[in-house]
């Protein structure tokens, strides 16, 4: 089994940056998928982005542009640095693992952007 945990969410004004963490541990595979999702209240969870084992990404059209996604495969780490943040971005963040039909998922860290 693989856990996750993230951190790095908060309260930020409209145009701020944040980045969240994501450091896995357990049974990690050396060839995976991690990345990011979120959730609004009343809305289904959605795609951020993601990042494989050999660094190829994959962004949302929303955040495509103003987020990056990256990892430090030694640390079993994933990053996202969110960039010109904006209101409808408030969400719970979730981390993921995923490697062929396995998902792994953490526990969520809120990103609120309000002025």
């Known amino acids: 089994q693989v856990q996750l945990v993230e951190s790095g969410g908060g309260l930020v004004q409209p145009g701020g940056s944040l980045r969240l963490s994501c450091a896995a541990s357990?049974?990690?595979?050396?060839?995976?998928?991690m990345g990011w999702y979120r959730q609004a209240p009343g809305n289904e969870r959605e795609l951020v982005a993601t990042?494989?084992?050999?660094?190829?990404?994959n962004y949302a059209d929303s955040v495509n542009g103003r987020f990056t996604i990256s990892r430090d495969n030694a640390k079993n780490t994933v990053y996202l640095r969110m960039n010109r943040l904006k209101p409808e971005d408030t969400a719970v963040y979730y981390c993921?693992?995923?490697?062929?039909?396995?998902?792994?998922w953490g526990q969520g860290t809120q990103v609120t952007v309000s002025s």
């Open positions: 993921n693992y995923k490697v062929s039909r396995y998902d792994a």
């Open positions: 357990g049974s990690i595979f050396s060839s995976n998928t």
């Open positions: 990042i494989t084992s050999g660094g190829s990404t």
